[in-house]
T-cell receptor
Framework: DAGVTQSPTHLIKTRGQQVTLRCSPI?????VSWYQQVLGQGPQFIFQ???????GRGNFPDRFSARQFPNYSSELNVNALLLGDSALYLC??????????FGPGTRLTVT | GENVEQHPSTLSVQEGDSAVIKCTYSDSASNYFPWYKQELGKRPQLIID?????GEKKDQRIAVTLNKTAKHFSLHITETQPEDSAVYFCAAVSSNDYKLSFGAGTTVTVRA
């Protein structure tokens, strides 16, 4: 039974560049959420999608965007990268409203 | 929005002793409270959760209690083992938005 998968595992980008992160949820899960985890802190909510519709958005600038595809996979896009965007980006999938299961994350480093 | 506070930030216990982590939340609409364990370099792993219509839940050596009136919930780990060493996060989910609001985390070290 495959868990949540994310790609790539690690990524190094330069300030001002754009990045796309990908997530595949657990089979049968229709909800995907994205979180940013800065070293030493708890994850911060960015977006939640359910049945391909955005259901929630956290306090992140418009440089962050996301979408969910018909197969329930999801992409997170970040434009005009800043040094402060360096973090672990976690995707979580949910079968229903509440329980969320995390993927291994994408470690983004902005130089 | 929801604000979750977690204490203590670090906790060191002797192997075999108990560990207790406490969290408070602010949004009275929150009705689901999961706990995650995160080992170094790994994903947060859901270890136990509790809904607002339940006061206590137990799963082997871990238990969670919820006091809705006081808006606080706690994680209890009994008979701690070295493999329990990790960062533990509490979280709350509001029925208004379904997002996880996390506490700042507790680093638990179990001394052999």
């Amino acid at each position: 039974d495959a868990g949540v998968t994310q790609s790539p595992t690690h990524l190094i980008k330069t300030r001002g560049q754009q990045v796309t992160l990908r997530c595949s949820p657990i089979s049968g899960h229709k909800s995907v959420s994205w979180y940013q985890q800065v070293l030493g802190q708890g994850p911060q909510f960015i977006f939640q999608y359910y049945e391909k519709e955005e259901r929630g958005r956290g306090n992140f600038p418009d440089r962050f965007s996301a979408r969910q595809f018909p197969n329930y996979s999801s992409e997170l896009n970040v434009n005009a990268l800043l040094l402060g965007d360096s973090a672990l980006y976690l995707c979580a999938s949910s079968p229903r409203t509440y329980e969320q299961y995390f993927g291994p994350g994408t470690r983004l480093t902005v130089t | 929005g929801e604000n979750v506070e977690q204490h203590p930030s670090t906790l060191s216990v002797q192997e075999g002793d108990s560990a207790v982590i406490k969290c408070t939340y602010s949004d009275s609409a929150s009705n689901y409270f999961p706990w995650y364990k995160q080992e170094l370099g790994k994903r947060p792993q859901l270890i136990i959760d509790i809904r607002s219509n339940v006061g206590e839940k137990k799963d082997q050596r871990i238990a969670v209690t919820l006091n809705k009136t006081a808006k606080h919930f706690s994680l209890h780990i009994t008979e701690t083992q070295p493999e329990d060493s990790a960062v533990y996060f509490c979280a709350a989910v509001s029925s208004n938005d379904y997002k996880l609001s996390f506490g700042a985390g507790t680093t638990v070290t179990v001394r052999a």
